[in-house]
């Protein structure tokens, strides 16, 4: 859903909010490697500009910066979802910085606060996001919040090559490959 790039005020007068646009796909890009950074992963994030355009302008994921007197100091990242589980939609944050300098004044919390209220004001039931094991003092953030974590689970992912080859196995008889959205239900 794009939004416009109109500022979102807050309880601290020098802190605001405001929506990427695909022309901040270079920003997207600039946090997603500070984020990379702190979590021992920057050679994880493999994003290009030109791809975090193409998803901002696609509307497959969107951001939104918070700024302290005018300038960027945190960002988050995010998608909507759904989930058979709880027959309901949900948001995912794919990512979330605060600045180092700005850690401890609040702005975390008024950015998880503002995509809480984003997430019930779409009809959202969860907002979820995942956070390494070791990084305490953000866990620590997070359960502050009142925030769980869901234990018991592993996260599973394909990576683009193992995603090809396993696409590569279906068959659905035509000579395509590719089942029509009439024949994908076909009997097993």
Known sequence: MARSSTLIHTNDPNFTLRFATPDDAGLVLSFMRKLGNY???????????????????????????????????????FC?????FIGQSGMYIDGFFVDESMRFKGLGKIMMA?????????????????????????????????AYSVDGMTIYRFA?????????????????????????????
């Open 160 to 188: 683009p090559d193992v995603l090809q080859s396993n696409a590569a196995l279906f068959s659905n008889g035509s000579s395509s490959g590719v089942a029509s959205a009439g024949q994908a239900g076909g009997n097993t």
């Open 114 to 146: 503002y995509l809480s209220k984003l997430a019930v004001e779409r009809g959202c039931k969860r907002l979820e996001w995942a956070c390494l094991d070791w990084n305490q003092p953000t866990i620590a953030f997070y359960k502050g919040l009142g």
């Open 80 to 84: 909507q979802t759904s989930s058979a």
């Open 39 to 77: 979590q021992k992963m920057a050679d994880r994030i493999v994003a290009t500009e030109d791809g975090l355009r193409s998803l901002l302008a696609a509307s497959k994921g969107e951001a939104v910066f918070g700024r302290y007197n005018g300038e960027p100091v945190a960002f988050a990242y």
